[in-house]
């Protein structure tokens, strides 16, 4: 297994003209079923996820009233990506991605419904809460990176910016609906009810996966060999290429700033009077925006180069994060949140797909899991230190902390020529 010389290499299946993808690729990817099969596995657990991960702060405040204590459910469930992606990456090039995929959503499915059946029976601790989050963050660590790498495999190279924008849509979606109904069911039906949305979810995103046809197996594989070597070309290659490099250290930051808003905004909704319902559909604008994003992001990636596209979308979101501020309620907040969310599937669309352009398929789980590794770093940091700021400072503090930050990361992008003249994949 080598790692190709330039950036533009690209090696797999997908290149071959025998291969499923290449005979599907005039065909629009609603017609293609295994495209539609890992779409829709993915969104639906989306789905859960959001409906879920809206009743995880609001269980914690009712039970402690500390926002730091509500923060950590956010940095158990990224631990395991911090201390697991970079042998995770390498394990997805060795196995086959479709079977570790199944094993992992029966897995969340089993502890998520052990959460679920405590609060039913009114017996949750919160070291039980705590440790299924970490589960999930663990589970979600193999499918994350399983099904990025099994993307190049269902859809032809030239397709991926549409894929991806699909998917960032189905996201989008997910975020307008998951908050506002796993809300309306903590409020309405009982604490337990998201969870269980969560579980059935994750049963039909393992029913989708279960039927894939497509082998997403590497067809060829080097003789085995130690798993840090493995490790080690994933991170080689990322450090060689220096556009992929520093996009992932910009993203980390910006996504240091977003593990603080879900949090932010919630509190902040509080602070208005407004009920856990209407936090829901505060958090639901925020998808609304995603969605409206996910259409407009095939449109600005295949009409502005990559540098002043990057640059463009941070430089927006830099300037309307401080106008949470200025929230006087839920619509308000929600707003801002909307159009900040707008921004971030563009955003995704344009780096997702071009990276995934760019890494051969035998080096896609290890090169994608040492970019995630690399822009999700900062997520723990960003959710402790908003719980420690709203509950030793203020939400004045806490906002001035996180714009102060978002603004530096659109100035890094700004400044750095690999970012400011980089083009379209393949122009």
Same mark, same amino acid.
């Given at each position: 297994?080598?790692?190709?010389?330039?950036?533009?290499?690209?090696?797999?299946?997908?290149?071959?003209?025998?291969?499923?993808?290449?005979?599907? #690729?005039?065909? =629009?990817?609603?017609?293609? $079923?295994?495209?539609?099969?890992?779409? *829709? @596995? /993915?969104?639906? %657990?989306?789905? &859960?996820?959001?409906?879920?991960?809206?009743?995880?702060?609001?269980?914690?405040?009712?039970?402690?009233?500390?926002?730091?204590?509500?923060?950590?459910?956010?940095?158990?469930?990224?631990?395991?990506?911090?201390?697991?992606?970079?042998?995770?990456?390498?394990?997805?090039?060795?196995?086959?991605?479709?079977?570790?995929?199944?094993?992992?959503?029966?897995?969340?499915?089993?502890?998520?419904?052990?959460?679920?059946?405590?609060?039913?029976?009114?017996?949750?601790?919160?070291?039980?809460?705590?440790?299924?989050?970490?589960?999930?963050?663990?589970?979600?660590?193999?499918?994350?990176?399983?099904?990025? #790498?099994?993307? =190049?495999?269902?859809?032809? $190279?030239?397709?991926?910016?549409?894929? *991806? @924008? /699909?998917?960032? %849509?189905?996201? &989008?979606?997910?975020?307008?609906?998951?908050?506002?109904?796993?809300?309306?069911?903590?409020?309405?039906?009982?604490?337990?009810?998201?969870?269980?949305?969560?579980?059935?979810?994750?049963?039909?995103?393992?029913?989708?996966?279960?039927?894939?046809?497509?082998?997403?197996?590497?067809?060829?594989?080097?003789?085995?060999?130690?798993?840090?070597?493995?490790?080690?070309?994933?991170?080689?290659?990322?450090?060689?290429?220096?556009?992929?490099?520093?996009?992932?250290?910009?993203?980390?930051?910006?996504?240091?700033?977003?593990?603080?808003?879900?949090?932010?905004?919630?509190?902040?909704?509080?602070?208005?009077?407004?009920?856990?319902?209407?936090?829901?559909?505060?958090?639901?604008?925020?998808?609304?925006?995603?969605?409206?994003?996910?259409?407009?992001?095939?449109?600005?990636?295949?009409?502005?180069?990559?540098?002043?596209?990057?640059?463009?979308?941070?430089?927006?979101?830099?300037?309307?994060?401080?106008?949470?501020?200025?929230?006087?309620?839920?619509?308000?907040?929600?707003?801002?949140?909307?159009?900040?969310?707008?921004?971030?599937?563009?955003?995704?669309?344009?780096?997702?797909?071009?990276?995934?352009?760019?890494?051969?398929?035998?080096?896609?789980?290890?090169?994608?899991?040492?970019?995630?590794?690399?822009?999700?770093?900062?997520?723990?940091?960003?959710?402790?230190?908003?719980?420690?700021?709203?509950?030793?400072?203020?939400?004045?503090?806490?906002?001035?902390?996180?714009?102060?930050?978002?603004?530096?990361?659109?100035?890094?992008?700004?400044?750095?020529?690999?970012?400011?003249?980089?083009?379209?994949?393949?122009?």
């Amino acid at each position: 297994m080598s790692v190709p010389a330039g950036p533009g290499a690209q090696a797999g299946p997908g290149a071959g003209p025998g291969n499923a993808a290449v005979a599907a #690729a005039l065909r =629009p990817l609603w017609r293609q $079923p295994d495209f539609m099969r890992l779409w *829709t @596995a /993915q969104v639906v %657990a989306n789905l &859960g996820g959001q409906a879920s991960g809206i009743a995880y702060p609001l269980l914690v405040l009712a039970l402690t009233g500390s926002p730091q204590q509500a923060s950590w459910v956010v940095v158990l469930h990224m631990l395991p990506f911090l201390l697991l992606s970079l042998p995770v990456g390498a394990l997805v090039d060795r196995w086959d991605r479709r079977r570790l995929m199944l094993l992992c959503l029966a897995g969340r499915v089993l502890a998520v419904a052990s959460l679920a059946l405590a609060l039913a029976l009114d017996r949750l601790g919160l070291p039980h809460l705590y440790a299924v989050a970490m589960l999930e963050g663990l589970f979600h660590v193999f499918v994350n990176i399983a099904g990025t #790498a099994a993307l =190049p495999r269902v859809v032809t $190279p030239g397709q991926l910016p549409a894929a *991806t @924008a /699909q998917n960032q %849509a189905g996201y &989008g979606a997910a975020a307008v609906l998951g908050p506002a109904v796993g809300a309306a069911l903590y409020q309405g039906v009982g604490r337990a009810a998201p969870f269980g949305l969560d579980v059935l979810c994750h049963g039909l995103a393992w029913w989708s996966v279960w039927r894939l046809r497509t082998p997403l197996a590497l067809a060829t594989r080097s003789p085995p060999r130690r798993l840090r070597t493995e490790v080690a070309e994933g991170l080689r290659w990322l450090w060689r290429e220096r556009l992929v490099r520093d996009m992932a250290l910009i993203t980390c930051v910006v996504n240091g700033v977003q593990a603080a808003v879900p949090l932010l905004l919630i509190v902040l909704a509080h602070q208005h009077g407004a009920s856990d319902a209407q936090v829901g559909w505060m958090l639901s604008c925020g998808g609304v925006g995603a969605v409206l994003g996910a259409v407009a992001g095939p449109w600005v990636q295949r009409r502005v180069q990559f540098g002043p596209a990057v640059i463009g979308l941070l430089c927006v979101e830099a300037a309307v994060f401080p106008l949470y501020a200025l929230g006087t309620g839920v619509w308000s907040l929600g707003l801002v949140y909307g159009v900040i969310m707008f921004c971030a599937p563009i955003y995704n669309v344009v780096q997702f797909s071009h990276r995934l352009a760019m890494i051969p398929d035998g080096l896609q789980g290890r090169v994608n899991s040492s970019f995630r590794l690399v822009a999700m770093g900062l997520i723990p940091v960003g959710a402790a230190a908003c719980g420690w700021l709203l509950e030793h400072r203020d939400t004045g503090t806490a906002l001035a902390v996180f714009s102060t930050v978002w603004a530096a990361a659109a100035l890094a992008a700004v400044i750095d020529p690999a970012v400011r003249r980089a083009r379209r994949h393949g122009d």
